[in-house]
């Protein structure tokens, strides 16, 4: 008796399940629709992305991704006649930044997120906005250099990004045998290195830079070692939200050509920034400056 | 340059060549045949098992796929992930789980905020996936899921929890999903239904990598070696725990689309499972297969030698045949065209036989006409007789008559006279006289008359005594001694009279004819005699007329029977005289010959046949 119960429950579940499910698929991707109907947009942002998207002191988002990110809902309130546009924000995590922005639960994430060709196909980019290395962040007694110096060593690496693909593909196929270690995000594999467990942290130099930046003694840490790789940044969005990448890449362009971001680039780069105040002091590269003079959204290759 | 001989060898040797290239070819097709459906036999009775076994590992995952779905159903759910759950919600959590798991026969069903953390699950004590606190955020299953679509696939669970196959849903709070449902479906009860396929056989999963196997060492191999991306994912993903994945041994390496492999002793069929991203593999043996190739191809050689040798018959038979028609044929021919010469022959002999047969004819016309001539020819000879005759004949006839005119006178003179018995005198003398003169003209009457050659019993000295008659004016007027001693009734032949007669008149008057430059004593001997030395004669009767005359030389002798050939003066005689006498004695059976020496005189020899009553 009870068997049926459960029985004839689970089918009714199943249908109404699979019913919305249904409708859920069909209601799609008129995001623009949607923030002007809720007046709510959902910001992705990051925990421990410094400089680009990360908690300060009093778990406040900021960041340089994130002023941008600001400025972009700037231009989609004036764009949709909303000023009262309600923002909210919704913490991401490597591993599930693509998903959600797939879900619907994030608009638009701005943050430190490689724009390649994979990704590509799972979210919509925005124009890019900023352009890194792939490197190797080490105490300065580690002996290692370069990527070749890791053998036999430990290094860590932030779960479900680019650099840990890279880094697992570089260890099979040099075979060098160094052991890899996954942090959850980039302070958690900071923290890996500081405490001994690591030897060596590989990730995007900027973010690097800015993990270097919360220890009490930054000159002990050495960004080192031939990029593995060059990418850039961009904003996700979901695909074929093409009217809401449209007003997203607009504002992004007009930064660019303006010399705006210029600006927000030097209060995240070359000026004291949360938590500890430190200067990454790292002015604008030739190939940043020259992105920002000619503006794409081509992804890395 | 090839002789007939080393041709046809070679040609032998090709048709042998031929022969067993036809044989050996029969036999490969039977072969590829018998093992092709071989093949398909065992293909279609694997697949078979295969469906089966299919159903059945369907039939493990399957009921169990759904429960995700109804987990975000129970309300405590929803709240420990809206918010971070209080002891107590999370526990009713738990239980809930539990409970649903126990039921559905999971080995476990577990909640996961969108940080990929377990918040409630039916496992609170074992490692694994779904062990409450574990981040599972780097499992396919929770990302597929939190981005809105159901996740399924197998993994090893975390830190040494078991083999199973996970199987997620989105919980979504309005339309905003909040966590993922997932139950981790235990895959064991198919290790237990490796019997259905009765042969080796195995489980990969999409990546190519083998979950479950009939033989334990074939786990967690991949089907094809991995690349370095492949080996990056699956450690990504850590589908398989840390285990290392390397290719499988004693086994095909199967591509992604063929569903059938085969290396000749091996076939591996693939099938894959209903919604669920896995292929089932299974190895079939075809040593039972090639055994049974073998067998057809054996037959299939020997049927196609067979064949040959029937041919082979066959054409030996129609070569025999063709012989034979060959045979016929001219034998056909050759008896067409003898027939054809014999027709010819015929023919010609026909022609030559009508030919003969007209010159029989003709020589018949001619013999009579001949005959006619001869006749007349006789008849010729008779009246040039009778001619030279006439002289003597007249002669003969004027001194009766001369006597009778006499005689006649006086009766008259008697008669006026008076004297009638002088006259009556006179008139008996005139009446002897006329008997006399009719004495003489009857042998004439007689030889002159016309005759056809009857035979007819002849008295010789008859015919001899007339035929001196009719030339006794010459005989007398040569002053000729005849010697005749033949008596009458001494010799009867088979002749004419009247043609003997006109023989002996023209041998006399021959004989005369050489006496008459002959001084006297002129002499004729006729003598006869019956029979003679050998079987020739005994039945003939042989007379011979000789003379003393001069003979003859041999120049005349030898041309005495041509016709017109004469030695006298122009006038005297026709020259046919011994042709014809020659052509009479040949027609009655007779011969005639001249024996003549110069100076001794001429002697004719007869042979005539005797008289035989």
């Not at chain 2, 449902?181 to 239904?193: C, N, S």
Request: glycine share 8%; proline share 4%; hydrophobic share 40%.
């Amino acid at each position: 008796m009870a068997q049926r119960g459960w029985a004839a429950l689970c089918r009714f579940f199943v249908v109404l399940v699979l019913g919305s499910a249904g409708a859920a698929h069909s209601q799609d991707i008129d995001t623009l629709k949607r923030i002007a109907d809720t007046g709510t947009v959902r910001l992705g942002h990051r925990e421990s992305s410094i400089p680009f998207s990360y908690y300060d002191e009093k778990r406040n988002a900021v960041g340089f991704s994130h002023d941008l990110m600001l400025k972009i809902v700037d231009a989609l309130k004036s764009n949709l006649g909303l000023p009262g546009l309600t923002i909210k924000l919704v913490p991401v995590t490597p591993q599930n930044r693509m998903a959600l922005v797939q879900n619907g639960s994030v608009d638009i994430e701005c943050a430190s997120t490689t724009h390649n060709r994979e990704r590509a196909r799972q979210v919509a980019f925005s124009t890019s906005f900023f352009q890194i290395g792939t490197r190797l962040l080490t105490h300065r007694a580690s002996g290692i250099h370069d990527f070749p110096d890791l053998a036999g060593k430990r290094v860590a690496v932030t779960s479900a990004t680019t650099s840990e693909r890279l880094l697992r593909t570089y260890n099979e196929r040099s075979a060098k045998g160094f052991r890899i270690l996954v942090g959850k995000d980039h302070g958690e594999s900071f923290e890996l290195v500081t405490s001994g467990r690591a030897d060596a942290f590989m990730m995007d130099d900027a973010l690097l830079y800015g993990e270097r930046a919360k220890v009490a003694n930054p000159q002990d840490w050495d960004v080192v070692g031939t990029p593995m790789s060059s990418e850039v940044y961009g904003c996700m969005m979901r695909l074929k939200d093409h009217q809401l990448k449209q007003i997203v890449d607009g504002a992004l362009i007009k930064m660019m050509t303006s010399g705006e971001i210029l600006k927000v680039h030097q209060k995240w780069f070359q000026k004291p920034i949360p938590p500890r105040g430190l200067n990454l002091a790292w002015p604008a590269s030739p190939e940043l400056r020259a992105l920002y003079a000619h503006p794409d959204d081509q992804p890395s290759e | 340059m090839l002789r007939g001989p080393a041709i046809a060898n070679i040609l032998k040797a090709a048709i042998g060549v031929v022969a067993l290239l036809l044989i050996s070819a029969a036999a490969m097709l039977s072969y590829h045949q018998g093992k092709e459906s071989g093949i398909r036999q065992l293909k279609t009775e694997a697949n078979h098992r295969l469906d089966l076994f299919a159903s059945a590992v369907e039939g493990v995952a399957k009921p169990l796929e759904n429960i995700p779905a109804t987990i975000q159903l129970h309300p405590d759910v929803l709240e420990i992930l809206r918010t971070p759950g209080t002891l107590r919600t999370t526990r009713a959590v738990n239980d809930y789980l539990r409970r649903l798991n126990a039921h559905v026969g999971g080995l476990a069903a577990f909640t996961l905020n969108v940080r990929g953390v377990v918040v409630a699950s039916s496992n609170t004590s074992a490692q694994d996936d779904s062990l409450l606190g574990t981040d599972v955020s780097f499992r396919p299953y929770f990302l597929d899921s939190l981005a809105g679509r159901v996740g399924k696939h197998f993994s090893i669970g975390i830190d040494g929890g078991g083999a199973g196959y996970f199987v997620s849903y989105p919980v979504r709070d309005g339309a905003v999903v909040v966590g993922v449902a997932v139950i981790k479906i235990g895959l064991h009860p198919v290790d237990q239904l490796w019997d259905l396929v009765g042969s080796p056989a195995l489980i990969a999963d999409a990546n190519q990598v083998v979950i479950l196997a009939s033989r334990p060492e074939w786990r967690y191999r991949a089907l094809s070696p991995l690349s370095v991306e492949q080996r990056v994912n699956l450690q990504l993903t850590r589908a398989y725990s840390d285990l290392e994945i390397l290719p499988i041994q004693d086994f095909l390496n199967i591509g992604a689309d063929g569903d059938v492999r085969t290396d000749g002793q091996k076939m591996t069929l693939i099938r894959p499972l209903d919604g669920m991203d896995w292929r089932v593999s299974i190895v079939l043996d075809l040593k039972q297969v090639h055994r049974t190739a073998r067998m057809a191809a054996l037959t299939g050689g020997g049927a196609a030698t067979l064949l040959l040798l029937l041919a082979l018959a066959a054409v030996q038979w129609r070569r025999i045949a063709k012989q034979r028609r060959l045979v016929r044929r001219m034998l056909e021919q050759s008896n067409v065209a003898l027939e054809i010469k014999v027709a010819e022959r015929t023919h010609d002999l026909s022609t030559i036989n009508d030919q003969l047969r007209r010159e029989v004819h003709e020589r018949n016309v001619a013999e009579q006409s001949l005959r006619a001539a001869q006749s007349e020819l006789v008849q010729a000879g008779k009246m040039a007789v009778l001619g030279q005759l006439s002289a003597g004949i007249t002669h003969e006839l004027t001194q009766p008559l001369g006597a009778m005119r006499t005689i006649a006178g006086n009766a008259e003179e008697f008669l006026l006279r008076g004297k009638s018995d002088s006259a009556i005198q006179n008139l008996k003398i005139l009446g002897r006289l006329v008997d006399q003169m009719g004495g003489i003209i009857q042998p004439l009457k007689n030889f002159a008359r016309k005759s056809e050659p009857v035979f007819q019993k002849v008295d010789l000295s008859k015919s001899l005594g007339d035929a001196l008659f009719l030339l006794s004016s010459r005989i007398r007027a040569l002053q000729v001694e005849i010697r005749n001693p033949v008596a009458k009734g001494e010799f009867f032949v088979r002749c004419e009279q009247n043609r003997l007669e006109q023989v002996l008149i023209n041998l006399l008057s021959n004989s005369l004819d050489a006496l008459e430059a002959q001084d006297s004593p002129r002499v004729i001997t006729v003598q006869a005699e019956q029979g003679g030395d050998g079987p020739c004669d005994a039945r003939m009767t042989r007379i011979s007329v000789s003379d003393n005359g001069a003979g003859m030389d041999e120049a005349t002798r030898a041309r005495l029977f041509e016709p017109f050939f004469t030695t006298k003066e122009s006038g005297a005689g026709l020259g046919l005289g011994l042709v014809i006498s020659r052509d009479i004695l040949t027609e009655f059976g007779g011969t005639i010959e001249i024996v003549s020496t110069q100076g001794r005189g001429t002697c004719f020899r007869l042979r005539i046949p005797s008289y035989e009553p």
